[in-house]
């Protein structure tokens, strides 16, 4: 059994004409211990699907289909086992963590807090877990008497790591988790989630709008486009190899190490991503591709095998057969 299967997942705000269907029937799958990158430009959905993932979205979006984590279905859990699931069993890192830690409260307590609500741990026990966890992320135990704005965005977005790791997930979602930090701090705190979930056997869905650094960083790689996924693989292959020509842009978006010509022009994509309340018709991706035939104005393409390893694309231009459901599932 997967740890995280989610099987047509769809997400719409509000009602009406002016509904915006932010996620449209997404299907993925991860195995613990294993680490998925979702990657797209900014507005396809990609925060929405990971917030939908611990039902954490406003009251104003409306669910459909079915996330299971361990077997068991988050989208029609009860609120009193939800609660326990949002730490035990997985646990979210946002981007711009002096927003998510409490100001007026030191970070040991913050971290110790769900120890003690949702483990029952003593006082005691919770402290000392606490200096424990913050050691694992690479902060002395000392620093747990500090307040968050004491801290360095580095030294914050651990203290966010170690709150996340407090109850012993089995799965960890990281929105954009370094993007408010300079390069080195990111590329640090990378390893520190890499490591953590290599050593834990947690498993990770990693958003970034950065593909380089899901390429870097996870064994699959889904390439988000106006709510769909129109790409997945192997995160090498999506990222050296993109099959479709959206993965392909947005590949070429982003400089590449030992390639200096990639680095002197990495080449953006024109146009904008559509309107997700006015999309057009037909593959959402047509009226900015450049390989486009008259039919993907008409229809659309459902995810076909593009290569090894799972490797699917969503395009009239790859021969392979169709697929329906996660790719994880697939030999
Ligand atoms: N609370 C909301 N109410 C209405 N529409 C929303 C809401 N949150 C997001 N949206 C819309 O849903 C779509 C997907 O947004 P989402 O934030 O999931 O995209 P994203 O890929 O994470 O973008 P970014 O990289 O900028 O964070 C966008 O069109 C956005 O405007």
């Not at 997967?2 to 099987?7: F, G, K, N, P, V």
């Not at 079915?66 to 949002?86: A, I, P, Q």
Request: glycine share 12%; aromatic share 4%.
């Amino acid at each position: 059994m997967s740890l995280l299967e989610i099987r047509g997942l769809r997400v719409t705000y509000g009602r009406g004409p002016s509904a915006v269907p932010a996620v449209r029937g997404v299907d993925l799958t991860l195995a613990a211990g294993t680490t998925l990158g979702i990657a797209g430009e900014s507005g396809c959905g990609k925060s929405t699907l990971a917030l939908a993932l611990l039902r954490l979205l406003p009251s104003s979006a409306r669910l459909a289909g079915t996330v299971l984590l361990d077997g068991e279905d988050v989208l029609g859990m009860r609120w009193g086992r939800l609660r326990t699931v949002r730490w035990a069993g997985a646990s979210i890192v946002f981007q711009g963590a002096m927003h998510s830690l409490n100001a007026v409260h030191r970070i040991g307590d913050q971290i110790a807090e769900p120890l003690l609500v949702h483990r029952r741990e003593t006082a005691a026990g919770a402290r000392r877990r606490a200096a424990e966890l913050l050691e694992q992320v690479g902060l002395p135990a000392s620093r747990a008497g500090a307040y968050p704005h004491e801290l360095s965005g580095g030294q914050r977005q651990r203290v966010m790591i170690a709150m996340a790791l407090a109850c012993a997930p089995r799965l960890i979602v990281a929105d954009e988790p370094t993007t408010a930090l300079d390069v080195m701090i990111q590329a640090q705190i990378l390893r520190l989630i890499e490591r953590l979930v290599a050593e834990q056997g947690i498993g990770l869905v990693l958003i970034s709008h950065d593909l380089a650094v899901l390429a870097d960083t996870c064994d699959r790689l889904a390439v988000m486009y106006a709510g769909r996924v129109v790409e997945e693989g192997p995160a090498r292959t999506v990222y050296d190899a993109a099959a479709h020509p959206y993965g392909r842009a947005l590949s070429a978006a982003f400089p590449r190490v030992g390639d200096p010509a990639s680095r002197r022009a990495p080449r953006g994509l024109p146009g904008d991503p559509p309107d997700p309340a006015a999309l057009p018709d037909g593959c959402t991706f047509h009226p900015r591709c450049p390989v486009a035939l008259a039919g993907c104005a008409e229809e659309d393409q459902p995810l076909r095998a593009a290569g090894p390893g799972a490797h699917l694309a969503a395009c009239v231009h790859v021969a392979g057969a169709p697929v329906d459901g996660p790719a994880g599932g697939r030999p």
